[in-house]
Protein backbone atom coordinates (compact mmCIF):
# COMPACT_ATOMS: atom_id res chain seq x y z
CA UNK A 1 0.00 0.00 0.00
CA UNK A 2 2.81 2.26 1.10
CA UNK A 3 4.37 2.00 -2.71
CA UNK A 4 0.96 2.48 -4.27
CA UNK A 5 0.29 5.80 -2.80
CA UNK A 6 4.07 7.61 -2.92
CA UNK A 7 3.44 6.85 -6.66
CA UNK A 8 -0.30 8.78 -6.54
CA UNK A 9 1.62 11.47 -4.60
CA UNK A 10 4.56 11.75 -6.86
CA UNK A 11 2.00 11.34 -10.28
CA UNK A 12 -0.11 14.37 -7.91
CA UNK A 13 2.85 16.90 -7.73
CA UNK A 14 3.38 16.39 -11.36
CA UNK A 15 0.49 17.42 -12.32
CA UNK A 16 0.39 20.22 -9.71
CA UNK A 17 3.36 21.49 -11.23
CA UNK A 18 1.37 21.24 -14.78
CA UNK A 19 -1.48 22.80 -13.88
CA UNK A 20 0.39 25.56 -12.03
CA UNK A 21 3.00 26.01 -15.09
CA UNK A 22 -0.03 26.74 -16.89
CA UNK A 23 -1.71 28.66 -14.64
CA UNK A 24 1.52 31.07 -14.62
CA UNK A 25 1.48 31.25 -18.66
CA UNK A 26 -2.06 32.34 -18.75
CA UNK A 27 -1.51 34.99 -15.87
CA UNK A 28 1.56 35.88 -18.08
CA UNK A 29 -0.66 36.42 -21.16
CA UNK A 30 -3.26 38.47 -19.17
CA UNK A 31 -0.35 40.89 -17.18
CA UNK A 32 -1.11 43.94 -19.40
CA UNK A 33 -4.62 44.08 -18.11
CA UNK A 34 -3.66 43.73 -14.51
CA UNK A 35 -2.75 46.49 -12.06
CA UNK A 36 0.80 47.20 -10.69
CA UNK A 37 -0.13 45.53 -7.23
CA UNK A 38 -1.92 42.60 -8.49
CA UNK A 39 0.83 41.44 -10.72
CA UNK A 40 2.76 41.65 -7.46
CA UNK A 41 0.69 39.58 -5.93
CA UNK A 42 0.77 36.83 -8.70
CA UNK A 43 4.42 36.50 -9.14
CA UNK A 44 4.45 36.79 -4.82
CA UNK A 45 1.64 33.43 -4.99
CA UNK A 46 3.82 31.43 -7.88
CA UNK A 47 7.27 32.21 -6.42
CA UNK A 48 5.61 30.38 -3.13
CA UNK A 49 4.10 27.50 -5.21
CA UNK A 50 7.43 27.26 -6.96
CA UNK A 51 8.70 27.18 -3.21
CA UNK A 52 7.06 24.51 -1.67
CA UNK A 53 7.10 22.05 -5.42
CA UNK A 54 11.23 23.02 -4.51
CA UNK A 55 10.82 21.59 -1.24
CA UNK A 56 8.41 18.66 -1.70
CA UNK A 57 10.85 17.46 -4.50
CA UNK A 58 13.83 17.52 -2.04
CA UNK A 59 12.03 15.43 0.65
CA UNK A 60 11.15 13.40 -2.09
CA UNK A 61 14.58 12.45 -3.69
CA UNK A 62 16.38 12.67 -0.21
CA UNK A 63 14.02 9.97 1.13
CA UNK A 64 12.59 8.02 -1.61
CA UNK A 65 15.59 7.91 -4.18
CA UNK A 66 18.21 7.60 -2.04
CA UNK A 67 16.31 5.43 0.88
CA UNK A 68 19.01 2.62 1.84
CA UNK A 69 22.06 4.95 1.82
CA UNK A 70 20.26 8.08 3.71
CA UNK A 71 20.28 7.56 7.25
CA UNK A 72 17.06 8.83 8.95
CA UNK A 73 18.91 11.43 10.68
CA UNK A 74 20.03 12.92 7.84
CA UNK A 75 16.81 13.10 6.45
CA UNK A 76 15.05 14.71 9.64
CA UNK A 77 17.35 17.10 9.55
CA UNK A 78 16.36 17.77 5.78
CA UNK A 79 12.75 17.76 6.35
CA UNK A 80 13.08 20.65 8.81
CA UNK A 81 15.54 22.69 6.86
CA UNK A 82 13.09 22.43 3.86
CA UNK A 83 9.84 23.68 6.26
CA UNK A 84 12.20 26.15 8.18
CA UNK A 85 12.77 27.60 4.42
CA UNK A 86 9.40 27.54 3.54
CA UNK A 87 8.55 30.16 5.66
CA UNK A 88 12.28 32.06 6.50
CA UNK A 89 12.13 30.73 9.72
CA UNK A 90 15.26 30.41 12.01
CA UNK A 91 13.92 28.47 14.98
CA UNK A 92 12.35 24.89 14.86
CA UNK A 93 13.00 21.24 15.71
CA UNK A 94 11.72 17.67 14.68
CA UNK A 95 10.50 15.33 17.51
CA UNK A 96 9.72 11.45 17.63
CA UNK A 97 8.26 9.24 20.27
CA UNK A 98 10.38 7.06 22.04
CA UNK A 99 6.96 4.51 21.93
CA UNK A 100 8.14 2.71 25.23
CA UNK A 101 8.24 5.73 27.10
CA UNK A 102 5.87 7.78 25.00
CA UNK A 103 7.97 10.81 25.26
CA UNK A 104 8.71 12.87 22.45
CA UNK A 105 12.59 13.94 22.01
CA UNK A 106 14.70 16.55 19.16
CA UNK A 107 16.14 14.67 16.43
CA UNK A 108 16.57 17.29 14.17
CA UNK A 109 16.74 21.06 15.24
CA UNK A 110 17.71 25.01 13.94
CA UNK A 111 18.30 27.65 16.56
CA UNK A 112 18.49 25.41 19.26
CA UNK A 113 21.44 24.51 21.23
CA UNK A 114 22.80 21.18 22.01
CA UNK A 115 22.24 21.67 25.53
CA UNK A 116 18.68 22.14 25.10
CA UNK A 117 18.49 18.74 22.32
CA UNK A 118 19.67 16.94 24.77
CA UNK A 119 17.42 18.14 27.91
CA UNK A 120 14.44 18.48 25.88
CA UNK A 121 12.02 15.84 26.60
CA UNK A 122 8.07 16.06 26.55
CA UNK A 123 5.47 13.40 27.60
CA UNK A 124 3.28 12.91 24.86
CA UNK A 125 0.11 14.99 25.61
CA UNK A 126 2.09 17.71 27.75
CA UNK A 127 2.26 20.85 26.44
CA UNK A 128 1.68 21.85 22.76
CA UNK A 129 4.03 19.39 20.56
CA UNK A 130 2.74 16.77 23.36
CA UNK A 131 -0.51 17.51 22.82
CA UNK A 132 -0.56 17.98 18.63
CA UNK A 133 0.92 13.91 19.27
CA UNK A 134 -1.52 12.90 21.26
CA UNK A 135 -4.54 14.42 19.15
CA UNK A 136 -2.99 14.28 15.44
CA UNK A 137 -4.04 17.72 14.86
CA UNK A 138 -2.28 20.75 13.93
CA UNK A 139 -2.00 23.30 16.68
CA UNK A 140 -0.98 27.04 15.89
CA UNK A 141 -0.21 29.38 19.08
CA UNK A 142 -0.27 33.21 18.01
CA UNK A 143 0.91 34.18 21.79
CA UNK A 144 3.18 31.26 23.29
CA UNK A 145 3.90 33.59 26.40
CA UNK A 146 -0.42 33.73 27.55
CA UNK A 147 -0.99 29.47 26.32
CA UNK A 148 -0.91 28.23 29.92
CA UNK A 149 -0.14 24.98 27.71
CA UNK A 150 3.17 26.44 26.04
CA UNK A 151 6.28 24.60 27.28
CA UNK A 152 9.46 25.53 25.66
CA UNK A 153 12.35 24.06 25.13
CA UNK A 154 14.16 23.83 27.96
CA UNK A 155 10.39 24.32 30.01
CA UNK A 156 11.42 28.27 30.09
CA UNK A 157 8.89 31.48 28.63
CA UNK A 158 11.89 32.54 26.46
CA UNK A 159 10.07 32.24 23.33
CA UNK A 160 7.53 34.82 22.57
CA UNK A 161 7.00 34.39 18.18
CA UNK A 162 3.86 32.44 16.95
CA UNK A 163 4.63 28.70 16.21
CA UNK A 164 2.79 25.71 14.81
CA UNK A 165 3.29 22.33 16.00
CA UNK A 166 2.06 19.77 13.06
CA UNK A 167 1.78 15.71 14.31
CA UNK A 168 3.38 13.77 11.59
CA UNK A 169 1.12 10.91 11.23
CA UNK A 170 1.23 7.71 8.87
CA UNK A 171 -2.10 5.59 8.40
CA UNK A 172 -3.63 8.16 10.90
CA UNK A 173 -1.11 7.16 13.70
CA UNK A 174 1.00 9.87 14.38
CA UNK A 175 4.65 9.28 15.31
CA UNK A 176 6.37 12.43 15.51
CA UNK A 177 6.15 16.47 15.30
CA UNK A 178 7.20 19.61 13.38
CA UNK A 179 7.49 22.65 15.15
CA UNK A 180 8.33 25.86 13.13
CA UNK A 181 8.86 29.29 15.15
CA UNK A 182 7.99 32.62 12.58
CA UNK A 183 10.78 34.76 12.33
CA UNK A 184 10.92 38.23 13.80
CA UNK A 185 9.75 40.25 11.31
CA UNK A 186 6.58 37.91 10.15
CA UNK A 187 3.65 38.94 12.91
CA UNK A 188 1.52 35.45 12.05
CA UNK A 189 1.50 32.75 9.68
CA UNK A 190 -0.57 33.44 6.82
CA UNK A 191 -2.82 30.82 5.13
CA UNK A 192 -0.28 29.67 2.54
CA UNK A 193 1.84 29.00 4.98
CA UNK A 194 -0.19 26.51 7.07
CA UNK A 195 -1.29 24.42 3.87
CA UNK A 196 2.36 24.41 2.59
CA UNK A 197 3.75 23.25 5.82
CA UNK A 198 0.73 20.74 6.28
CA UNK A 199 1.41 19.39 2.71
CA UNK A 200 5.31 19.19 3.41
CA UNK A 201 4.84 17.47 6.84
CA UNK A 202 2.54 15.33 5.27
CA UNK A 203 5.12 14.43 2.48
CA UNK A 204 7.75 13.92 5.35
CA UNK A 205 6.02 11.32 7.17
CA UNK A 206 5.25 9.13 4.59
CA UNK A 207 8.74 9.17 3.48
CA UNK A 208 9.69 8.29 6.92
CA UNK A 209 7.69 5.55 7.14
CA UNK A 210 9.37 4.27 4.04
CA UNK A 211 12.27 4.55 5.39
CA UNK A 212 11.82 2.81 8.25
CA UNK A 213 9.52 0.15 5.94
CA UNK A 214 13.04 -0.34 4.35
CA UNK A 215 15.14 -0.94 7.44
CA UNK A 216 12.47 -2.96 8.67
CA UNK A 217 13.25 -4.93 5.08
CA UNK A 218 17.14 -4.68 5.35
CA UNK A 219 17.09 -6.27 8.99
CA UNK A 220 14.71 -9.28 7.80
CA UNK A 221 17.45 -9.74 4.83
CA UNK A 222 19.86 -9.65 7.89
CA UNK A 223 18.58 -12.29 10.09
CA UNK A 224 18.24 -14.67 6.11
CA UNK A 225 21.71 -14.12 5.95
CA UNK A 226 22.94 -14.56 9.08
CA UNK A 227 20.64 -18.49 9.07
CA UNK A 228 21.88 -19.03 5.43
CA UNK A 229 25.29 -18.73 6.57
CA UNK A 230 25.07 -21.21 9.53
CA UNK A 231 23.15 -23.84 7.19
CA UNK A 232 26.68 -23.34 4.94
CA UNK A 233 28.92 -23.45 7.65
CA UNK A 234 27.37 -26.44 8.45
CA UNK A 235 27.73 -27.97 5.75
CA UNK A 236 31.62 -27.01 5.17
CA UNK A 237 34.25 -28.80 6.45
CA UNK A 238 35.73 -26.01 8.47
CA UNK A 239 34.35 -24.31 11.55
CA UNK A 240 30.97 -23.31 12.87
CA UNK A 241 32.01 -19.34 12.68
CA UNK A 242 33.69 -19.36 10.14
CA UNK A 243 31.09 -17.00 8.41
CA UNK A 244 30.81 -14.78 11.47
CA UNK A 245 34.49 -14.11 11.49
CA UNK A 246 34.50 -12.91 8.24
CA UNK A 247 32.23 -10.86 8.52
CA UNK A 248 33.79 -9.13 11.05
CA UNK A 249 37.19 -9.02 9.77
CA UNK A 250 35.36 -7.53 6.75
CA UNK A 251 33.41 -4.70 8.12
CA UNK A 252 36.62 -3.58 10.06
CA UNK A 253 38.72 -3.95 6.78
CA UNK A 254 36.01 -2.21 4.88
CA UNK A 255 35.68 0.68 7.42
CA UNK A 256 39.74 1.27 6.97
CA UNK A 257 39.07 1.88 3.10
CA UNK A 258 36.86 4.71 3.80
CA UNK A 259 33.61 2.67 1.98
CA UNK A 260 30.65 4.26 2.08
CA UNK A 261 28.11 2.88 5.15
CA UNK A 262 25.77 1.05 2.49
CA UNK A 263 28.50 -0.79 0.76
CA UNK A 264 30.26 -1.85 4.40
CA UNK A 265 26.95 -3.60 4.44
CA UNK A 266 27.36 -5.33 1.45
CA UNK A 267 30.43 -6.46 2.06
CA UNK A 268 29.83 -7.75 5.60
CA UNK A 269 26.19 -9.81 3.84
CA UNK A 270 29.11 -11.27 1.06
CA UNK A 271 31.52 -11.79 3.79
CA UNK A 272 28.86 -14.22 5.66
CA UNK A 273 27.42 -15.52 2.10
CA UNK A 274 30.87 -15.79 0.05
CA UNK A 275 30.30 -19.34 0.41
CA UNK A 276 26.91 -20.27 -0.25
CA UNK A 277 27.12 -21.95 -3.32
CA UNK A 278 28.82 -24.77 -1.80
CA UNK A 279 25.15 -25.77 -1.17
CA UNK A 280 24.84 -26.74 -4.88
CA UNK A 281 28.48 -28.96 -4.36
CA UNK A 282 28.33 -32.31 -3.25
CA UNK A 283 29.17 -32.70 0.63
CA UNK A 284 31.41 -35.77 0.16
CA UNK A 285 33.89 -33.21 -2.02
CA UNK A 286 33.71 -30.90 1.00
CA UNK A 287 34.47 -32.90 3.67
CA UNK A 288 37.15 -34.75 1.31
CA UNK A 289 40.15 -36.01 4.10
CA UNK A 290 42.96 -35.68 0.76
CA UNK A 291 43.96 -33.43 -2.04
CA UNK A 292 41.11 -32.77 -4.46
CA UNK A 293 41.11 -35.13 -7.97
CA UNK A 294 41.01 -32.42 -11.17
CA UNK A 295 37.38 -32.70 -11.63
CA UNK A 296 35.97 -32.78 -7.93
CA UNK A 297 37.96 -28.90 -8.06
CA UNK A 298 36.28 -28.14 -11.45
CA UNK A 299 33.15 -28.79 -8.87
CA UNK A 300 34.47 -26.62 -6.16
CA UNK A 301 35.12 -23.58 -8.81
CA UNK A 302 31.58 -23.85 -9.39
CA UNK A 303 30.51 -22.30 -6.39
CA UNK A 304 30.93 -18.53 -6.72
CA UNK A 305 28.59 -18.77 -9.63
CA UNK A 306 26.42 -21.09 -8.07
CA UNK A 307 25.79 -18.54 -5.23
CA UNK A 308 25.58 -16.02 -7.64
CA UNK A 309 22.50 -17.26 -8.85
CA UNK A 310 21.47 -17.76 -5.16
CA UNK A 311 21.19 -14.44 -4.36
CA UNK A 312 20.92 -12.30 -7.76
CA UNK A 313 16.84 -12.50 -8.32
CA UNK A 314 16.77 -10.77 -4.68
CA UNK A 315 17.26 -6.84 -5.83
CA UNK A 316 18.23 -5.97 -2.51
CA UNK A 317 21.06 -8.38 -2.44
CA UNK A 318 22.25 -7.23 -5.76
CA UNK A 319 26.01 -5.47 -5.24
CA UNK A 320 26.26 -8.44 -2.60
CA UNK A 321 25.60 -10.89 -5.51
CA UNK A 322 28.33 -9.37 -7.46
CA UNK A 323 30.95 -9.61 -4.75
CA UNK A 324 30.06 -13.68 -3.88
CA UNK A 325 30.45 -14.33 -7.50
CA UNK A 326 34.07 -12.37 -8.04
CA UNK A 327 35.55 -13.84 -4.46
CA UNK A 328 37.94 -15.95 -5.99
CA UNK A 329 38.96 -14.03 -8.56
CA UNK A 330 43.12 -13.22 -8.72
CA UNK A 331 44.45 -10.08 -8.73
CA UNK A 332 46.41 -10.90 -11.83
CA UNK A 333 43.97 -11.98 -13.45
CA UNK A 334 44.74 -15.52 -13.10
CA UNK A 335 41.86 -16.14 -10.36
CA UNK A 336 38.07 -17.74 -11.81
CA UNK A 337 35.21 -17.38 -12.95
CA UNK A 338 36.01 -14.37 -15.28
CA UNK A 339 39.76 -13.87 -14.74
CA UNK A 340 39.38 -10.79 -14.02
CA UNK A 341 42.14 -8.64 -12.57
CA UNK A 342 43.30 -5.48 -10.65
CA UNK A 343 40.02 -2.37 -10.21
CA UNK A 344 38.03 -4.94 -12.44
CA UNK A 345 37.22 -7.11 -9.19
CA UNK A 346 34.76 -5.32 -7.18
CA UNK A 347 36.67 -3.94 -3.55
CA UNK A 348 34.55 -5.99 -2.06
CA UNK A 349 35.34 -9.09 -3.62
CA UNK A 350 39.24 -8.56 -2.93
CA UNK A 351 38.53 -7.82 0.39
CA UNK A 352 36.56 -10.79 1.28
CA UNK A 353 39.07 -12.88 -1.18
CA UNK A 354 41.67 -12.28 1.38
CA UNK A 355 40.14 -12.72 4.67
CA UNK A 356 38.19 -15.72 3.17
CA UNK A 357 41.77 -16.97 2.53
CA UNK A 358 43.12 -16.16 6.03
CA UNK A 359 40.60 -18.06 7.82
CA UNK A 360 41.20 -20.76 5.63
CA UNK A 361 44.51 -20.88 6.43
CA UNK A 362 44.20 -20.48 10.01
CA UNK A 363 41.41 -23.30 10.48
CA UNK A 364 42.46 -27.01 10.32
CA UNK A 365 41.16 -28.30 7.28
CA UNK A 366 40.49 -31.82 6.12
CA UNK A 367 43.76 -32.46 4.49
CA UNK A 368 46.17 -30.34 6.37
CA UNK A 369 46.75 -28.66 10.11
CA UNK A 370 46.18 -24.89 10.76
CA UNK A 371 48.97 -22.66 9.96
CA UNK A 372 51.05 -20.62 12.28
CA UNK A 373 50.03 -16.92 12.50
CA UNK A 374 53.32 -16.32 11.08
CA UNK A 375 53.00 -18.84 8.43
CA UNK A 376 49.96 -17.52 7.31
CA UNK A 377 51.05 -13.67 7.31
CA UNK A 378 53.74 -14.83 5.30
CA UNK A 379 51.33 -16.59 2.91
CA UNK A 380 49.35 -13.24 2.40
CA UNK A 381 52.10 -10.79 1.97
CA UNK A 382 53.56 -13.76 -0.89
CA UNK A 383 50.34 -13.25 -2.78
CA UNK A 384 49.41 -9.89 -2.51
CA UNK A 385 49.81 -8.43 -5.78
CA UNK A 386 49.03 -11.72 -7.75
CA UNK A 387 46.31 -13.49 -5.94
CA UNK A 388 45.30 -10.68 -3.10
CA UNK A 389 44.58 -6.60 -3.46
CA UNK A 390 48.39 -5.35 -2.17
CA UNK A 391 46.56 -2.59 0.05
CA UNK A 392 43.55 -4.64 1.28
CA UNK A 393 46.48 -7.03 2.36
CA UNK A 394 47.98 -4.01 4.06
CA UNK A 395 45.37 -2.84 5.79
CA UNK A 396 43.89 -6.33 7.16
CA UNK A 397 47.48 -7.44 8.66
CA UNK A 398 47.52 -3.77 10.11
CA UNK A 399 44.10 -4.28 11.74
CA UNK A 400 45.03 -7.87 12.54
CA UNK A 401 48.20 -6.74 14.16
CA UNK A 402 46.20 -4.79 16.40
CA UNK A 403 44.01 -7.01 16.95
CA UNK A 404 47.04 -9.97 18.06
CA UNK A 405 48.42 -6.80 20.52
CA UNK A 406 44.76 -6.20 22.17
CA UNK A 407 44.29 -9.78 22.66
CA UNK A 408 48.42 -10.97 24.27
CA UNK A 409 48.47 -7.61 26.22
CA UNK A 410 50.40 -5.22 24.01
CA UNK A 411 53.49 -7.79 24.31
Request: glycine share 6%; proline share 3%.
Amino acid sequence: MNYILITIIVILLAVLAFLLKKLYYNQVETLSKISSDNKSILKSTWNRFDELLTCLTNIHEVGMVNVGAIKKQEFYQTALDNACDLIQSSRGSLMICDEEKKELRIVAARGISKEVIDSTVIKAGSGVAGRAFQTGETIFVTDPKHNSQYIDYKGTREEDDPFISIPLKSNEKAFGVLNIHLSGKNESFTDYDLKFLNLLAGESAITMENIKLYESIESFYLEMVQTLARVIDAKDSYTGDHADRARKKASYVAKELNMPGQMIRYVEYAALLHDIGKIGIDGSILTKPGRLEADEYIEIKKHPAIGYEILSPINFLGPVAKMVLYHQEWYNGMGYPEGLKGEEIPLGARIVATIDAWDAMMSDMPYRKALTREQAISELEKGAGTQFDPKVVETFLKLEQKEWKEKNGND
